[in-house]
T-cell receptor, first 115, second 116 residues
Framework: GAGVSQTPSNKVTEKGKYVELRCDPI?????LYWYRQSLGQGPEFLIY????????DSGLPNDRFFAVRPEGSVSTLKIQRTERGDSAVYLC?????????????FGAGSRLTVL | AQTVTQSQPEMSVQEAETVTLSCTYD???????LFWYKQPPSRQMILVIR??????QNATENRFSVNFQKAAKSFSLKISDSQLGDTAMYFC?????????????FGSGTQLTVLP
């Protein structure tokens, strides 16, 4: 597509529920990144994929968070047993290759609110 | 680990005036990139400008320019002829070119308001 698409734009859920957030990167971009942005803060790295594999998942806060990219394109961030502290905007970005010199194109994010 | 500090949570400027946003960072790396991103209320992060650490010449993009002081680990953004559309949150970010890590480290942001 022309840009990075994220769905849903907004998600409200109850504590303890399971949620999935989807990211559709720019066509042909092999690298895909997830960041989490809490209110009033800068984005924090969660995980990045090179193709289908997670090349670096060091930013995932705990084992309730998991992400997949089975065909090397669309990615899904999965959060189990949601907690109020998971409330944030989840940003996805993609780049042609995972090089620091490459510019990341970001999506508009998915705002998750856990009640 | 790298850190990025933006010490100005909020700033305002009159339309057509010039404003400078500050950013400092801490790293032991020599090869890296620095970025300024803009985040309007639409939430989408938009790249404003980037600087390669090994280049001494300051990057410029139209009305946007940086003052990169590598020894001082300072990377400020200057916006000239400010426009209402420049109102947004601005984030300074760092990425190392060493090793396999490919994550951006962001500062906490500066909310810029351009006043008519």
């Amino acid at each position: 597509g022309a840009g990075v698409s994220q769905t849903p734009s907004n998600k409200v859920t109850e504590k303890g529920k399971y949620v999935e957030l989807r990211c559709d990167p720019i066509s042909g971009h092999t690298a895909l990144y997830w960041y989490r942005q809490s209110l009033g803060q800068g984005p924090e790295f969660l995980i990045y994929f090179q193709g289908t594999g997670a090349a670096d998942d060091s930013g995932l806060p705990n084992d309730r968070f998991f992400a997949v990219r089975p065909e090397g394109s669309v990615s899904t961030l999965k959060i189990q047993r949601t907690e109020r502290g998971d409330s944030a905007v989840y940003l996805c970005a993609s780049s042609l290759i995972p090089s620091g010199a490459n510019v990341l194109t970001f999506g508009a994010g998915s705002r998750l609110t856990v009640l | 680990a790298q850190t990025v500090t933006q010490s100005q949570p909020e700033m305002s400027v009159q339309e057509a005036e010039t404003v400078t946003l500050s950013c400092t960072y801490d790293t032991s790396e020599n090869n890296y990139y620095l970025f300024w991103y803009k985040q309007p209320p639409s939430r989408q992060m938009i790249l404003v400008i980037r600087q390669e650490a090994y280049k001494q010449q300051n990057a410029t993009e139209n009305r946007f320019s940086v003052n990169f002081q590598k020894a001082a680990k300072s990377f400020s953004l200057k916006i000239s002829d400010s426009q209402l559309g420049d109102t947004a949150m601005y984030f300074c970010a760092f990425i190392s070119l060493s090793g396999s890590a490919r994550q951006l480290t962001f500062g906490s942001g500066t909310q810029l308001t351009v006043l008519p």
